[in-house]
């Protein structure tokens, strides 16, 4: 399963069923923020950097598998642009 994020030229694929566009992600990050805080004490995060950043796991939102997310080029880049079923498809 993809343990990475995509990057400006791919994009997640579900291999079970040809899912492109909606995933689950759960990721553990370690973020740095600059809160500023107004008088009154509400807090807005104006700035955030990630210091560290882990997948733990990205499950397709149509058919619930996390093991056969993959990673592929997007279709600028001569990846796939149309859904439809993957190799083990309903
Ligand atoms: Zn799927």
Request: net charge negative.
């Amino acid at each position: 399963m993809a343990k990475t994020l995509p990057d400006s030229k791919s994009r997640f694929r579900c291999a079970h069923c040809g899912n492109l566009t909606r995933f689950d992600v759960v990721r553990s990050a370690k973020v740095s923020e600059f809160w500023h805080v107004d008088i009154s004490g509400a807090p807005v995060v104006e700035e955030a950097t990630v210091l560290a950043e882990e997948i733990v796991e990205v499950k397709c939102r149509w058919c619930a598998a996390a093991d056969r997310i993959e990673i592929v080029p997007r279709p600028e880049f001569g990846g796939p642009s149309t859904e439809g079923p993957g190799d083990g498809g309903p």
